[in-house]
């Protein structure tokens, strides 16, 4: 009788123990993966660079539209993607190819990728999560409240790392780190037209306020954020 009796408080105890760890495995929010590849950019498309440059606009209302993960990835190459991998030069032209730019995604509505920041990895064609959920309420606040980045589904946030070229150029590298800047809004602007999407260039926003909603490293000074979407 006592090893039966024993034999079933195991049991009991081990049913229990099961119940609790599927308890709060239920209960623990599902852990998204640390780098995420993107879908390959593609070289070709059917709009020329002279009708791009022609069609180009800042667009400041966004449709209640998903981006795709494949677009998405498209215009982050055009900005920062790796286009010779022998020597890791990249889409936008860099002084000394120090590339001091850091391009992060602020995503509330891409397909197949939950909100979150993430930051472009150009060697790998990746994403690495920093921040979970959607921080574009977070970025409208520090952005002055603009229409543009509460409703386009992604917003880019291109930052500068001014060590990386102060190493090398000294008092001029911030010019050099703008100049870059400049160079891969541009290719975002002229990628964005040539998926059918849009895209507006804001300046106005607090730098600190931007880097702590988005959990920035501190030398990482955010220059330019780029919403994207479709066209309302």
């Not at 852990?31 to 070709?44: G, M, N, S, Y």
């Not at 966004?62 to 982050?76: E, G």
């Not at 790796?82 to 860099?94: E, I, K, N, W, Y």
């Not at 520090?142 to 990386?164: E, F, K, T």
Request: net charge positive; aromatic share 6%; glycine share 6%.
């Amino acid at each position: 009788m006592k090893t039966r009796h024993a034999a079933c408080v195991i049991v009991l105890a081990s049913a229990a123990t099961a119940m609790l760890l599927t308890c709060a495995s239920a209960d623990k929010p599902a852990t998204l993966p640390a780098r995420i590849a993107l879908p390959a950019p593609r070289q070709e498309g059917p709009l020329t660079v002279e009708r791009a440059i022609a069609q180009r606009r800042s667009v400041r209302r966004f449709a209640d539209r998903a981006v795709s993960i494949k677009q998405l990835s498209q215009i982050l190459w055009s900005a920062q993607g790796v286009t010779d991998h022998q020597q890791g030069l990249r889409a936008a032209p860099s002084a000394g190819a120090l590339y001091p730019i850091e391009m992060y995604v602020v995503a509330g509505n891409v397909a197949d990728l939950a909100a979150g920041v993430y930051r472009y990895l150009p060697r790998e064609h990746r994403l690495m999560r920093v921040a979970s959920g959607d921080r574009r309420k977070a970025l409208v606040d520090a952005a002055l409240g603009q229409g543009s980045v509460r409703n386009a589904p992604a917003i880019l946030v291109v930052s500068g790392v001014y060590s990386r070229t102060a190493a090398k150029y000294g008092e001029r590298a911030a010019r050099y780190v703008h100049m870059e800047a400049g160079a891969a809004a541009q290719n975002v602007y002229l990628q964005a037209e040539a998926l059918d999407l849009a895209t507006v260039l804001v300046g106005a926003f607090g730098d600190r306020q931007v880097q702590e909603a988005l959990e920035l490293p501190k030398d990482h000074e955010p220059l330019v954020l780029l919403p994207v979407g479709w066209e309302e």
